[in-house]
């Protein structure tokens, strides 16, 4: 009989820490307003909005060893028609504004001095591609970079996907703690899936002492201020979005004979909230 209420206790208090939870998630929910977002509706073959994107050009390696160059041009970045942005990474030889030859191109689009964002949450509907050398990303650097640098600025990302297509990969980036360094978490898809197999949500919610990293709503890694255990926390001020395809570099490693071209990331919105109680 004992064991019996202890059980029914046991499964009370369980019942109780999951509706909490439930009611804590919606709640996260509920009171986000829409601050800023690119629904990417424009025409087939029409360039990103230029009110709110700037197409970076040029390359360099860009502190990691990638082979692109990214360009302007329609054939690396353009709307589909159909309510996607498109960034394609291709195999062909371009004579960057350098004035160095390179085998590849890409599309890098940043909002700097267009749109930055403080807290709330950031949100990217995507469609990652896959093979070996590829590296999509959807990220956040701070305002302040040109001023102090990076990692200085802080950098937050939201997505890269490299080598396994089933896993995500969210990070923080500061100083002291940039690059191989950086904070970070995984969430991997279950079953083998591959996240290039469809469009994913990716986003953060962010707080002034946490950020919270999520795949489809689902959170799967949080950094803190104690977790940096006494190292600058520089997520207090605001920070731009990019989006884009590198080719090769220090973490995918560079294309072999299985990487197929072109390579193509869809992006169906970008969206930033802010919290209606913050």
Same mark, same amino acid.
Request: hydrophobic share 35%.
């Given at each position: ?22 009611? $804590? /998630? ?7 307003? &829409?601050?800023?977002? +690119?629904?990417?509706? =424009?025409?087939? @073959? ?55 030859? $390179? /085998? ?7 909002? &700097?001095?267009?749109? +930055?964002?403080?807290? =709330?949450?950031? @949100? ?155």
């Amino acid at each position: 009989m004992y064991t019996t209420i202890i059980v029914i206790a046991l499964v009370c208090v369980l019942a109780g820490l999951l509706l909490a939870r439930s009611r $804590r /998630n919606k709640n996260r929910s509920s009171d986000l307003i &829409l601050v800023w977002s +690119d629904e990417f509706d =424009g025409a087939a @073959e029409s360039p990103p909005d230029a009110t709110k994107w700037t197409c970076e050009v040029g390359g360099g390696g860009f502190g990691n060893n990638e082979l692109e160059t990214y360009t302007s041009h329609p054939e690396n970045v353009c709307h589909d028609g159909r309510g996607n942005l498109v960034i394609t990474a291709r195999k062909e030889t371009l004579t960057g504004p350098d004035g160095i030859k $390179r /085998n590849y191109t890409s599309a890098r689009l940043n909002t &700097l001095d267009k749109f +930055d964002h403080k807290y =709330g949450r950031v @949100e990217g509907r995507i469609k990652v591609p896959a093979g070996k050398g590829m590296w999509p990303a959807f990220w956040m650097m701070g305002n302040d970079i040109a001023k102090i640098g990076w990692a200085g600025c802080g950098e937050i990302d939201l997505m890269e996907v490299v080598e396994d297509a089933s896993v995500n990969h969210g990070t923080v980036h500061g100083p002291g703690y940039s690059g191989a360094d950086g904070i970070g978490g995984a969430y991997k898809l279950p079953d083998g899936k591959k996240l290039s197999d469809d469009f994913h949500i990716y986003a953060i919610d962010w707080e002034p002492s946490a950020i919270h990293f999520s795949v489809d709503g689902n959170v799967y890694f949080s950094v803190r201020t104690a977790d940096l255990k006494g190292k600058h926390w520089v997520y207090d001020h605001p920070f731009f979005i990019l989006l884009n395809v590198a080719v090769g570099g220090n973490w995918p490693g560079n294309p072999d004979d299985t990487t197929q071209f072109p390579q193509m990331m869809l992006v169906d919105y970008v969206r930033a909230y802010k919290r209606a109680n913050a």
